[in-house]
């Protein structure tokens, strides 16, 4: 018997964050252990009168990839990535590793020449949402790699994720519009504002957004999501942060994050753990040591870290800066291969403030 809460999640996906309509072509990606959740989505968008195409990958795929593929199959992009990035109306994906580690033992430099040969689509597919001509949406399903990765049980894990979708509503979609009205009056408080100062353990930096548009998020492109981001001026930001959740990017834990700014660009970095393939990340090309995302999260179902950036940068309570790519519709003009979000937990002893208006402290906004 399904699950209704990954009934729900699929309504959402469909009816709410893609709003899949009559006509409407809807890639959906998985791999195969997110099997109940790619059947019910498909099902939605068939029931929405769109048309699915399903791509899903095998366990293992990724690594398979990357320990046989030659220099011409790293830089070969697949017709229907192509045709998703500038053809489809509509894209879900969905991740669910059964293992989170299995690309550390890949080498960094086989990771930035694939990052390399699909910056391309990922521009196409930021400018294409950018015009609103692209619906997309990620999210994942819940597997024992993400329970273990969160330090909980599976059952734990699908409660907590689940809860954080708000698909254990008995109106899953009010509830996001309710979510979704916060998310936008928070974001429009900071709208307008020069500066940002964020100060915390370890933190003191500010960031200029003077002309950028603050964009708030609440399931459209994430699920689950809460949060308001910006792209900060390139070479505005001057200060240390310091980045207090491990994360697991490109398959590797990175854990104890520093970093110091000026000029806006990344002039020291240092981590606790996978400091070198931080290193080589921030030299894959010229902007990926700038930021191109600050953001800071609304939503307060999420309570702990779990490794998972997806539901990490959403913690309310928590900032988090991505080095790399900028949203073009938040006005951010930075250009890079890689985007990668890190969070830095403001709920002991951190402040957000606005052209030296206090916005939020301890991880509570301030009314």
Not at 13 to 32: F, K, M, N, P, Q
Not at 131 to 151: C, K, L, M, Q
Request: aromatic share 8%.
């Amino acid at each position: 018997m399904r699950d209704p809460r990954v009934a729900n999640l699929a309504r959402i996906l469909v009816r709410y964050s893609t709003r899949v309509g009559e006509g409407d072509t809807c890639l959906i990606e998985g791999s195969a252990a997110a099997q109940p959740l790619i059947a019910a989505v498909y099902e939605e968008v068939l029931e929405a009168g769109g048309h699915p195409v399903v791509a899903m990958s095998f366990e293992g795929q990724a690594a398979s990839f990357f320990e046989r593929a030659n220099d011409a199959q790293l830089e070969w992009i697949s017709p229907l990535a192509e045709w998703g990035a500038e053809q489809a109306d509509c894209r879900i994906a969905i991740g669910a590793d059964t293992n989170t580690r299995e690309l550390s033992g890949v080498p960094p430099e086989r990771q930035t020449k694939r990052q390399a040969a699909t910056r391309r689509l990922m521009q196409r597919t930021m400018e294409r949402s950018a015009e609103g001509t692209h619906r997309w949406v990620y999210t994942i399903f819940p597997t024992n790699a993400y329970a273990s990765d969160a330090e909980m049980s599976l059952r734990q894990f699908e409660d907590f994720y689940f809860g954080a979708c708000l698909a254990d509503e008995a109106d899953p979609l009010a509830a996001w519009e309710r979510a979704s009205a916060e998310t936008r009056r928070l974001a429009e408080r900071v709208q307008g504002a020069s500066e940002i100062h964020i100060t915390g353990p370890g933190t003191d930096i500010r960031l200029g957004v003077e002309g950028r548009t603050f964009i708030p998020c609440f399931g459209d492109r994430n699920m689950p999501d809460g949060e308001f981001f910006t792209g900060p001026v390139e070479d505005s930001v001057e200060g240390e942060v310091t980045f207090h959740l491990p994360a697991m990017v490109g398959g590797r834990e990175v854990a104890g994050v520093r970093m110091r700014f000026e000029g806006g660009k990344v002039v020291d970095a240092t981590a606790e753990r996978g400091e070198q393939y931080l290193i080589e990340l921030l030299d894959t090309d010229e902007g990926a040591r700038r930021l191109g995302e600050l953001g800071i999260g609304t939503n307060y179902r999420i309570d702990r870290g779990t490794r998972d950036v997806l539901l990490d940068e959403k913690i309310g309570g928590t900032v988090h800066m991505a080095v790399g790519a900028s949203y073009p519709e938040s006005g951010g003009r930075n250009e890079s291969a890689v985007h990668t979000d890190l969070v830095c937990d403001l709920r002991r002893g951190g402040r957000i403030e606005a052209d030296g208006e206090l916005i939020q402290e301890n991880g509570r906004f301030v009314v």
